[in-house]
């Protein structure tokens, strides 16, 4: 993994979220780097869903929520973007794999753009194999492109839905928790497409995983009841963490 600092295309300032009058993340300032891995670590129920939910306004979409402070993409604040063309920019992929289940793979990867008539010079044919290629996917579905998505197995749905994400070309690629519904094997393929992926994009992944954190990070946030704890290079986080707390999560001391 590179040393090299890039300049950071996505950024908290001082971010608070939560539910009803309760705040699930406070004052979280964190970069998201561009064409880099970001891992959010940390135990169960310390704001890792909600921060990354809140990075392209999903979680506005759960009545009753709040959120202060500013993100910015591209030094642009967020909050005063239509959430549909944000989301273009910033896509979304989550725990299980959601392709729509009444559509082909075909269709699933094509969604986004018939939806946001996003086709440009390029025709459908030719952005859904590229997506399927850039999911690492093509090959292995080519010639059933017609099929129901949910005929695949939950490995490859992950990946369609990835592909569904990438068809539209965002900046940014946010994955909360893509892998702990999969088996090893599964988990194996999504983690190299990722290495693969950022050459191409920024990534943010949530992990519950440290393991996998640290095979396939740059960044890594580690969140504690709500606070971002520790931000830094991958190696540093897992190798010589500046706050105990981090010492003592990686170390298996909780969580």
């Known amino acids: 993994m590179s040393d090299e600092r890039t300049y950071s295309i996505l950024e908290a300032r001082g971010l608070s979220a939560g539910y009803g009058s309760g705040d699930a993340i406070r004052n979280v300032n964190m970069h998201f780097y561009d064409k880099r891995i970001t891992?959010?670590?940390?135990?169960?129920?310390?704001g890792k869903s909600t921060l990354i939910r809140c990075l392209n306004r999903m979680h506005e979409e759960i009545p009753g929520?709040?959120?202060?402070?500013?993100?910015?993409?591209?030094?642009?604040?967020?909050?005063?973007?239509?959430?549909?063309?944000?989301r273009r920019q910033v896509g979304m992929v989550f725990q299980r794999p959601n392709p729509f289940p009444t559509m082909s793979i075909f269709r699933n990867v094509a969604a986004g753009l018939i939806l946001n008539g996003l086709r440009g010079e390029r025709s459908l044919a030719e952005v859904v194999e590229t997506s399927l290629r850039q999911a690492a996917l093509f090959d292995e579905v080519k010639d059933k492109l017609d099929q129901p998505a949910l005929n695949l197995s939950g490995g490859q749905q992950q990946r369609l839905c990835i592909a569904r994400a990438l068809a539209v070309e965002p900046k940014v690629l946010l994955l909360d928790e893509p892998c702990s519904a999969l088996d090893p094997i599964a988990t194996a393929k999504i983690?190299?497409?990722?290495?693969?992926?950022?050459?191409?994009?920024?990534?943010?992944?949530?992990?519950?995983?440290?393991?996998?954190?640290?095979?396939?990070?740059d960044w890594t946030g580690f969140m504690l009841m709500g606070e971002l704890v520790e931000f830094g290079r991958t190696d540093e986080i897992f190798t010589t963490p500046r706050d105990p707390r981090t010492q003592d999560y990686i170390t298996g001391r909780f969580g």
Do not use: W, Y
């Open 191 to 217: 983690e190299e497409l990722l290495l693969q992926l950022k050459d191409q994009l920024t990534i943010v992944m949530v992990t519950h995983n440290m393991q996998q954190a640290a095979r396939v990070s």
């Open 39 to 46: 891992a959010i670590i940390g135990p169960s129920g310390c």
């Open 65 to 86: 929520t709040q959120v202060r402070g500013v993100v910015a993409l591209s030094e642009r604040n967020i909050f005063h973007m239509d959430p549909v063309r944000l």
